[in-house]
């Protein structure tokens, strides 16, 4: 049984296109297809990252000879300096293979972190931290989600870091930990002012995987998979650990402001590789239709349930992928401050979108569809998730509508 | 029981928006909040535009003296030259009140008549037919619809117009002829050449509704109503109607191609009206969500499941206008033949966007939602239609999964 | 154009069917296609009762002379003594016109009223009030509804009924009192003992609608309509109104309870109601698929997206109708009390389930679909209010879904 | 952090529970809490069957020592000839995890190869490979569906079985041969009168896997897993495989009408094994909803939009077990033949709602919903199939409607 390849298919202009991030966008396209879509098999859909790490740091190297590293940075760190909506026309393209962001150097949550560390870091964490995370030396994590506190309020943490001595005294407890595993550090968020008002308690402040007292207790099982590497998420233990002072972030009590201000862009990021991903199922959804004879002469793309299918998707798609965009570019103008009943708006129909257009992926491809030979399978398990992370589809419903019924409550 | 009340709520400023349009805008608003809304009673939603007929012919000599007539019109017509874009978010506010369009001359089938008889009327049947419409002096009605034809394949056409002497002799049984009820003259699609290939058999002629044989059988009744004037829609006979050659616009068999090019623009404005009713219902909605107690010092906005309907109303009215606007820029770019399946995927889902949104306003209303104390009753009633005329949901669905597919046909 | 016309469709065998319910329901479908959907003409179907009202009282006579009139009465009422899940079984082919249950003395809210009298009533009122509505001779209301209060929670009430001498001095504003044009009386709930605990303040009084200080306000407008007689929905104001002490129902502060007993039958009626109006609109569907070409010699059957409107509707109405049956049947088992999470279930599921069938016949029928030519848009307009009425979605939604949390809760 | 463990809740009592159905359902399900929960770890939810395969045995040995072993075996057979209708309550107690069938010997799809081979086996197909199936000494499989043809068509199959000599000689290449691995015996679907009537050119036979020329290419990688023994999907390929005709069953040509034979009773055991797990993972819901601190004091269960999960779920579940049942019931009274419109119908729509349920049950756990932890992403993979194979959901709804039409079509 061959495999579905892929063709390229134009997308209609769109008034957020720049000649840049067009001539990018193709780029990376063209490295994405050509480069990537060969990994996808299904050794490599299923299981340890640690059997596709040394082919991804080859592409690694590709993508830095072909001058494409680093396409989510700032002028004067070495990248393009592209805005945020232009970024984004480049993230979906990167999203339309599980490794396209690994292999560009764009995953969660480095770029968050790295993004983090670049506006906040100091001189030494920037040196320390930073410059390898943007070479591809090390990675990172993010510790901020706790087992024991549900994420629909972030203010509610039991992670602690107490002044003692001249070091901050680091004890929690935190699950989903995306890519713990094989990580330099991590940046914890963690109590350090439990007497300040709820958005003011907590702090992020770098923890060298190495510290003592710093455990890694498993990689959580995840829809069938522990994974490793990048590829994982794991429940960590800091019990006792100690860091140094230079190892706070930014200001002390500033953690919750710090984490708001990568939401925005985070959003944007994670919106643009579902649609990414919704476009690539559909690309398989629309070769499969036209390719499976239903017998009389006739392909399933002749049926109107399947036709229904596609209509929804392409329409879906396309009037999500305008929301996302004009999101960034409202960020662009004025910040993720003003922005944030859009931020929730995409987030949620963002994720359940992709999750629909999977879905009809899976049951156009019917038995195949269900197997490991193809990626909507890994989709459907590996990106569920996208209703819960980074804010549950029910908080952001009830903040969105808190929001906008805010202009009428008098 | 005092009625709900309208106050202004900012939008989110969109990448589309121009200076003019924006102030076009806020004028267009303000008008139609201070000088239609108070039109909105039970009365007036319920039965006959001649009630309202003479009140309504005031509002528009405001409109004219406010110099926001024609808004939709060339520069060279006397109008403000706007692209389709920039009139569609003008159109928008004209939406938020039933009356809104009629009362700036920009309603449905008159802006579509005088869009045709613009570019292809001859210099006779502008002076004739053109100037009057546009002066607002005189109304026309679209006849194409037959009861007899699914409208999926509007080739299929019983209507005939044939050449007899020096005239054409049209015999043709018609209906959903919006407005034709007090209309000076109809369009009338006709076959009027029945051997050429399907798309090119159809003609549009100007028959004046006092020609001997035209017949206005009934203003059908719908969804309670048969309304009369611009408010109906009839049952039409012509039985052996003649008319002199020179009421043909443009070429003879061009009837289909002339039909398409109005679809786009069309499309656009319908989008764009049920985009404003959906604004006003969420508005209403929301107003009613923070006043309505439900006992325990609660109201109804503290309710999730309220909170829910508003969420999503936000969240898909802002994707459906992002999706709308880049359709009508688009076409503004490039014409609206290569943009054929956006205007599909608009059409249906905005449709399906704006019944969702009143529906989720009227449950939240409760019983005063299904009254026609309020205007949501309204709408549900008389806008049930928008996901039958202009193609069927199912009709767009199928074109435009079938145009996806043809690409990947071999 | 023809009208659509009715045939017998057989439906499977139920494990609910008795052979006196299948024998009596197979007799009510009979007079119901002969005897009452020729009454479904537009005049009909948009409009004042008083139109269609001695018809009606003609088709009553002849219901009483086929001896199918009171079939949900008790056998020492003069009925057949039929449970309610048997009844149920008639209901629904009650329900496949909007005057079955008129016509078969059967209609809301008079059964209620019936079934409380029945069982509460005192001698005197029964020879007064019961036995002409048993006759069919007067008609009467019930007047819970207020307009000041969220129905959400039925204690909150603002009519009060103070004793006063030898009278009870009733003051109420109320709205939905449906039928009260031209009722003989109206059972009106007001608060009698507004110290005692919620559900014990309200009494169900006698208020004769010619009782100084009665006064009906308007017929709500409704979907466009006012309607008159037994199809319109009251405002109704009582001023200072006096009955004697013999008029309350039952125990003073025992309102609610007989409220509660009347509402788990009631919504027996009402769903198998919606499931008759849903078969037939299914039944009218199918009949328009089959006829209505769509050229190159195929019809709209032929059409997946009209098969899955017809499969999803058959499938629901066949799992919906279980569901209120097998709810019926616990209810003659055990009582409502302990059914009250069914009754809730089938409330909300049973009416979207109707709207959605509905709604999919309009769609099928096209532009035809929302004319009052047809019974189809007459139902989407007077029946979205039984998504609101006898309590709201939400409302069911949340106490179902506390009752059922009540077991997990410690 | 402790897992969440099981109460019992009391089902509304139903009028298909016979009293000793309702017995053994009551052992059953105490037998499933008691015994079988307790596997339900991350281990044996990920991976191979092998590793839990000792420890079912021991299970499966105190199963017979209960006497619940062959519960849905005739009584001549040695079973409690159960109907249809009585066995659906019991195999949805079995469905609440996911070995319960297994453990109950009644596991598909030796459950269906055993009612074939007891009703039209010989003797010694009997003797040599229904006895040991029914002593779970053997396990079968069962291979029809095939790579190269949609099975949306059943009739149409490459497999060929052509008598040579004394034998069949049969090639196929097969896929979805649910627990090939290890099994004893294949039943086999192929083609052997190539020019008779579609529905009469194939046959069924029994093909034992150390036939030479059977070979099992691979256990199919599924939503990560390829499992292996009686939890695996195989594609399997025969060639040249020689066969005896005497392992022919029934008679030649009538492998389709066996097929349609054994579709009935076995969608009504999937159905009722997903209403199993809907039920499950409600109760879950339900636990995690009372139990997830919110903060404030408040719990999840407090949150309307998890209490209209609840809601929905339950009504939802309710719903389909009613049809369910009544479509066993059916079938009892009548044979599967009459009744295919419900089969069909049950089919689809069990098998979305369950995914439903499962999918609302991970929402409700947050991220803890993804992890192997617990049981729903367990389903959430293994289950999506439900909607493809035996049918996929839109070979279902076209055959619904199309029977639904016939009756309409003259």
Chains 1, 2, 3, 4 share one sequence.
């Not at 340890?48 to 690694?60: P, V, Y």
């Not at 499976?292 to 392909?299: E, F, N, Q, Y």
Request: with cysteine; proline share 5%; aromatic share 8%.
């Amino acid at each position: 049984m061959s495999r579905i390849c892929e063709i390229f298919v134009l997308m209609p202009p769109s008034i957020y296109a720049t000649p840049r991030a067009t001539a990018l966008a193709a780029r990376v396209r063209d490295f994405v297809e050509n480069e990537l879509f060969a990994l996808e098999t299904p050794e490599h859909l299923t299981g340890l990252h640690s059997r596709i790490a040394l082919l991804l740091e080859s592409k690694r190297a590709l993508v830095k000879a072909a001058g494409l590293w680093g396409l989510a940075w700032d002028k004067e760190a070495g990248g393009h300096g592209l805005t945020l909506c232009e970024f984004g026309q480049i993230s979906e393209e990167m999203g339309r293979t599980p490794w396209g962001h690994f292999v560009f150097n764009c995953q969660a949550p480095d770029i968050g972190n790295m993004e983090l560390l670049h506006r906040h870091g100091s001189p030494e964490q920037r040196e320390r931290w930073l410059h390898p995370l943007m070479a591809g030396a090390i990675r990172s994590c993010f510790a901020m989600t706790e087992p024991e506190f549900a994420g629909s309020n972030p203010t509610r943490l039991g992670a602690t870091a107490e002044r003692d001595g001249d070091a901050y005294l680091i004890n929690a407890h935190k699950w989903f930990t995306t890519g713990a595993d094989g990580a330099a550090f991590a940046i914890v968020m963690a109590v350090t002012d439990p007497d300040a008002p709820p958005h003011l308690r907590a702090s992020q402040i770098i923890v060298p995987t190495d510290t003592p007292g710093f455990r890694m207790v498993r990689n959580l099982p995840v829809m069938g998979e522990s994974g490793d590497g990048w590829s994982s998420h794991a429940e960590i233990v800091l019990e006792n650990c100690r860091v140094p002072p230079t190892h706070l972030i930014g200001t002390q009590g500033h953690g919750f402001l710090l984490a708001q201000e990568r939401l925005g862009p985070g959003r944007i990021h994670h919106c643009m590789r579902w649609i990414g991903i919704s476009e690539r199922c559909l690309d398989i959804l629309c070769r499969r239709a036209v390719s499976r004879s239903i017998g009389d002469g006739k392909v399933l793309a002749d049926q109107q349930l399947i036709q229904s299918y596609i209509a929804h998707s392409r329409a879906e798609i396309d009037s999500a992928r305008l929301h996302v965009l004009n999101t960034a570019w409202l960020i662009d103008q004025q910040g993720a401050a003003t922005v944030r009943d859009a931020i929730s708006a995409i987030k949620f129909t963002t994720a359940n979108m992709m999750l629909r257009v999977v879905d009809r992926t899976i049951q156009t491809l019917g038995a195949w569809g269900v197997t490991d030979d193809l990626i909507p399978a890994f989709w459907y398990r590996h990106e569920r998730g996208a209703r819960i992370y980074d804010g549950a589809d029910e908080v952001h419903i009830t903040s969105l509508a808190k929001s906008v019924l805010k202009k009428y409550r008098v």
